[in-house]
């Protein structure tokens, strides 16, 4: 489990998965939460969340979850079946820092390739 949420980390998940003012790589995925932002020209995410309830999904991400371990991070898998949002990753570290935290389907998930 971890430890804490620090600020540089919720910042991430807010600035890439829920606003996407953050890009990701070229030719790589970005999954948005559905919090009705537009998250690139011409697309605007469906609003069904507000950005407590993403907070909520953090603090709330690895109590349900399935694991798998990949070098030194964690991936939670969780399936929340809330707001249109039908699975959720987590990524903490082996000592048990948050990394990140973004949906991967569902109906309300919006996927955009950089």
Not at 103 to 111: D, K, L
């Amino acid at each position: 489990m971890f430890n804490v949420v620090r600020k540089t980390q919720h910042k991430h998940v807010i600035d890439r998965h829920v606003t996407g003012v953050v890009k990701g790589k070229p030719d790589k995925y970005t999954d948005f939460f559905p919090t009705g932002n537009q998250v690139r020209p011409g697309v605007t995410t469906p609003a069904v969340m507000t950005v407590q309830d993403v907070d909520n999904v953090i603090k709330d991400s690895i109590q349900f979850v399935t694991t798998k371990t990949k070098r030194e991070i964690i991936f939670y898998s969780w399936n929340p079946q809330e707001f249109g949002i039908s699975k959720v990753e987590t990524l903490v570290s082996t000592e048990g820092k948050f990394i990140t935290l973004y949906p991967t389907a569902g109906s309300n998930v919006v996927r955009w390739q950089d």
